[in-house]
């Protein structure tokens, strides 16, 4: 939505609740800024999340373009612009180089030091444009609100920017605005975060900024009223977006009993007051949990005095957070959430997976790749190119700390529910009990080779692969090793993997539309809960 | 300021190595030398999008960029993105009302094979019935999830429905459900004929690659296709609007919401960068007037936003905004006109002219991280401007934009008179 002036707030760096948990769905108003991975393996390039036009992955098609001239027109005029001399010189640089021959990508050198307050700081120069990006990460998150007050994190983070000790809410977002390009907060379950990416020559003025409202915000109690108020108003409106609603829902029935499934709702939004987000802040915002990845048009040496000057005499306070629980396994669920006004149904199959250090994960991006990723997927193949049921299907493995979810999503008309959950359990049951081909095998290779590198082209998914290498506790070399891992994977693994995920009969199903028409196609495919649309997120 | 802005563009157009190839057929290549990467983007501009539909076949633009992917002469369906896909590329296209763009990004290895596959889909694309049947039904999915079921999408479209009466614009790109489903093979085989002939195509080549090899390929697959007519000028009938139309819209929603377009320019007139900065000034970021406005200060918003949507004939300068609490849509449009009504009045600051043209230039420079942003610039403008050269005029002409140029194209644009505003009336039951 490049050319859509959005005043509502800006995305946060994490689109909270959104990716990661197995709901590749980007709710309205939120755009989902690529930032690590939260785990998910993603298949697609940034250009098909960001465009409309054949969009598979129903979440970005949902949100993203219609293909309208508005969006794309404004695309046309507000990105052009004169190029510095600065081009130039970067395009001399060797960047970030694929050895096609010898399947080696090779990262420019990445400077990782830890300062004396423990937090870690990793740099990377970029010379292709004259921009800087940085990534912060505390690890904590979303998962430790308090009990009854889901939401307070994600309230916190954004009221970071609401007052400091020194500055207002209105003159803080003056200064931003002011800077150009973006200063963010934002936090998911295991993550607060924070961010910029701006002109270098702003580098100073923007990394001030940051250090000030990650260590001195005061939470006046004015601005958690309006905070609470805009919270409210989206979480009224969920059931107007059925894509949302089907994550909101599906999250919270598939991660039943964790932490990673409470969601906010109305109420517990109400129940928070201005103890519980100082309780989170205390609790999610220090140095001894933090990283920070910078990358851009600097020298690193410099870069890492700076981030020393501004964040070195910052002492923590708060003590280390519990480990999170592993991700028990829910039975299986299935759910009609009853929206009488739609015209077309959204479709979810899940079931629980694994966490992001598992052997799984891997063969796991092969075997995905071959049911659900891309345009020549299995799924798109036949669900929609075949059998023209969908605009967009795609599957998903979501990884995280400590487990993950296997997840399809599309979406039919109404009288074609039943048809495209049988196509869809049928192609899946087909894999699961059959495998793959040789030919999927090397394809799907082939594609997520040149897709890695071809999505490392920018400073955002640099810094955004650093700050998740760091934070899943990945090796330093992980970019470049990378290939080899994937080429390490044996089509028996892929089939192992297709089997024990792929297999429809122990799949939860989460469908949004009316049921009074679609509860007559379910006979035979189980017993489905009924829930009105208007009893989610109260 | 700015004269150091000037210098840089100035600079940058000696330095930027694009060559330009024009085949006898008409079609237009740009090709731009980049070994950072093993990858080359592949990008298609057609001049051609639902402007150029009449009622009817509205979304005919859109339908057909989907049967352009299911095979040709002598590449049969699937092949396409198979070959892409297999060299760890990705394809993908959008249509707008003025234009359909197609985007590669793949392996440099994969060249080749593309080129040839692109070359045979604008000599002969397969086009039959199955072709037209499949992309019928996966179309009406896109308009269901984006439009029908989208408050968002059926409120936009209902606006540009509602403020032009003789101009194509007036139906979404994606055009209505009736057409979508009566559309005929007959009506796809004259469009391609018509807007798919080389002379109606912009193609910019970025990446990993050797020009002079690019260019002996590409005029040995391409320079067979013949050069069509040139397409039939499209005639903007649209008559002065005259008076603000209001229209009510009743779905099932949660909170009331309101769009608002004013009658507007082409891209091409000369009120345009500043249009740009008065719609950041308006509606980019937290400071900005309308969200300073309507959401921090008076809390009568959750959301609210402002955009320039000119377009190659005139467009709509747009405002959309959703209410919080118990406010109504009532409240939110006359909170609109107040800031509109204070700028026309009194126009803007030094300061927050400066603070629109910080942002915009950033997001021009991000525009160029990648090849396919890159080969995307170049095109489109190639393709409207008829120079990709004037990429380098858009920093220049935003830095040139003063604060009285924003309070006069503030003046000029928000007339009431030429006002659309479309209402939601939150409903409980489907009318």
């Not at chain 1, 501004?310 to 759910?335: H, L, M, N």
């Not at chain 1, 028996?492 to 799949?507: H, Q, S, T």
């Not at chain 2, 002996?216 to 002065?240: C, H, L, T, W």
């Amino acid at each position: 939505m490049r050319g859509t002036f959005l005043a509502s707030r800006p995305p946060s760096l994490t689109a909270r609740s959104s990716t990661g948990k197995g709901e590749p769905f980007v709710p309205s108003g939120e755009t989902a800024v690529p930032y690590g991975q939260k785990g998910a393996i993603a298949h697609f390039p940034p250009s098909r999340l960001r465009e409309g036009g054949r969009g598979v992955r129903p979440g970005h098609s949902a949100l993203v373009c219609p293909p309208t001239a508005r969006q794309c027109r404004a695309r046309e005029k507000k990105c052009i612009g004169g190029l510095g001399p600065w081009l130039l010189a970067g395009m001399l640089l060797v960047m970030l180089k694929l050895d096609a021959a010898a399947q080696t990508i090779h990262l420019p050198p990445v400077t990782r030091t830890r300062l004396a307050n423990g937090i870690r700081v990793i740099v990377m120069e970029y010379h292709r444009a004259p921009t800087v990006t940085v990534r912060i990460v505390f690890t904590g998150g979303e998962r430790l609100d308090p009990e009854g007050k889901t939401g307070a994190t994600a309230l916190m983070v954004d009221l970071l920017k609401r007052g400091t000790e020194t500055r207002s809410a209105t003159q803080i977002a003056e200064a931003i605005d002011y800077l150009g390009g973006s200063v963010d907060t934002g936090a998911d379950d295991e993550r607060c975060t924070a961010g910029l990416d701006l002109l270098v020559k702003n580098t100073d003025d923007g990394l001030d900024l940051l250090a000030e409202i990650l260590r001195h915000p005061t939470f006046p109690a004015a601005e958690l009223e309006r905070e609470r108020a805009l919270e409210l108003a989206s979480l009224q409106t969920i059931g107007d977006d059925p894509g949302r609603v089907a994550g909101y829902v599906l999250t919270k029935a598939m991660y039943a009993g964790h932490p990673y499934g409470r969601e906010a709702t109305q109420a517990t939004t109400q129940a928070i007051n201005r103890d519980d987000i100082l309780a989170v802040y205390h609790a999610g915002i220090s140095p001894d949990r933090m990283t920070i990845v910078a990358v851009g048009d600097f020298r690193s040496a410099d870069m890492t005095a700076r981030l020393q000057a501004k964040f070195g005499d910052w002492t923590a306070a708060g003590a280390a957070p519990p480990p999170t629980p592993p991700v028990p396994p829910v039975p299986v669920r299935r759910i009609l959430v009853d929206k009488p006004d739609a015209t077309q149904t959204q479709v979810r199959l899940a079931r629980t997976a694994f966490a992001r250090n598992s052997p799984d994960y891997f063969p796991s991006e092969l075997a995905d790749t071959i049911l659900g990723g891309g345009f020549t997927s299995r799924l798109v193949d036949e669900v929609r190119v075949n059998r023209s049921l969908t605009y967009g299907i795609g599957s998903s493995f979501s990884a995280l700390k400590a487990g993950g979810l296997f997840t399809v999503d599309s979406f039919t008309k109404i009288e074609t529910t039943r048809a495209l959950l049988d196509a869809t359990r049928g192609v899946m049951a087909r894999t699961a009990q059959q495998g793959v081909t040789e030919a999927e095998y090397h394809k799907a290779q082939g594609y997520l080779a040149g897709q890695f590198a071809i999505q490392l082209q920018t400073p955002e998914a640099l810094a955004g692969e650093l700050s998740s290498m760091a934070f899943y506790g990945l090796p330093d070399n992980y970019v470049e090793t990378y290939l080899p891992r994937l080429r390490a994977v044996a089509l028996p693994d892929v089939n192992r993997i297709a089997k024990r995920y792929f297999e429809p009969n122990g799949l939860s199903t989460i469908l949004v539309g009316p049921a009074s028409k679609i509860s007559g196609q379910l006979k035979g495919a189980g017993e489905f809960e009924v829930r009105p649309v208007t009893d989610v997120a109260k | 300021m700015l004269a150091a802005t000037a210098a840089l563009g100035a600079q940058a157009q000696q330095k930027l190595d694009v060559s330009r190839l024009q085949l006898k057929n008409g079609l237009t290549i740009l090709a731009l030398e980049d070994h950072t990467v093993p990858t080359v983007a592949y990008y298609t501009v057609f001049k051609v999008g639902s402007r150029n539909e009449r009622p009817g076949i509205t979304g005919l633009s859109h339908l057909f960029e989907h049967m352009m992917f299911n095979g040709s002469a002598k590449y049969k369906p699937k092949v396409f993105d198979q070959e892409i896909e297999a060299g760890g590329g990705s394809s993908n296209a959008f249509t707008t009302s003025d234009s359909t763009e197609y985007n590669e990004e793949f392996s440099s290895g994969t060249l080749d094979i593309v080129l040839r596959m692109e070359a045979d889909r604008m000599r002969a694309l397969k086009l039959d019935r199955a072709n037209i049947e499949q992309e019928r039904g996966i179309v009406s999915e896109e308009r269901r999830v984006n439009f029908d079921n989208s408050v968002e999408g059926s409120m936009t479209e209902r606006l540009w429905n509602s403020a032009f009466v003789a101009h194509p614009y007036r139906w979404d790109t994606i055009g209505f459900m009736k057409d979508i489903q009566a559309i005929r093979l007959a009506d796809a085989k004259a469009y391609f004929k018509t807007f798919y002939a080389p002379n109606n195509a912009v193609v910019a080549v970025v990446g990993d690659f050797h020009t002079a090899d690019l260019f002996k390929r590409m005029a040995q697959y391409f320079s067979d296709i013949p050069r069509g007519p040139a397409p039939p000028p499209v005639v903007n009938a649209e008559p002065p609007q005259l008076g603000e139309r209001r229209i009510e819209y009743h779905r099932p929603a949660e909170l009331p919401a309101v769009r608002i377009g004013y009658k507007s320019i082409s891209f091409k007139d000369p009120l345009d960068p500043a249009l740009d900065v008065l719609s950041a000034i308006l509606a980019t970021g937290e400071s900005s007037r309308l969200y300073h406005s309507l959401v921090y200060e008076k809390q009568i918003a959750a959301s609210v936003s402002a955009s320039n949507e000119s377009r190659i004939d005139p467009g709509l300068f747009t405002f959309a905004a959703q209410a919080q609490g118990t406010h109504t849509a009532a409240d939110c449009e006359q909170a609109i006109y107040a800031v509109l009504d204070d700028i026309k009045l009194k126009g803007v600051t030094e300061r927050e002219v400066q603070k629109a043209k910080n942002g915009l230039r950033f997001g021009v420079i991000s525009g160029y991280k990648t090849n396919e942003g890159r080969a995307g610039l170049l095109a489109e403008n190639d393709a409207f401007w008829g120079d990709w050269k004037h990429i380098y005029t858009i920093l220049p002409k935003y830095d040139r934009v003063t604060a009285a140029e924003v309070q006069q194209a503030a003046r000029k644009i928000f007339n009431p008179l030429n006002r659309t505003v479309v209402t939601l009336v939150p409903e409980k039951e489907p009318q």
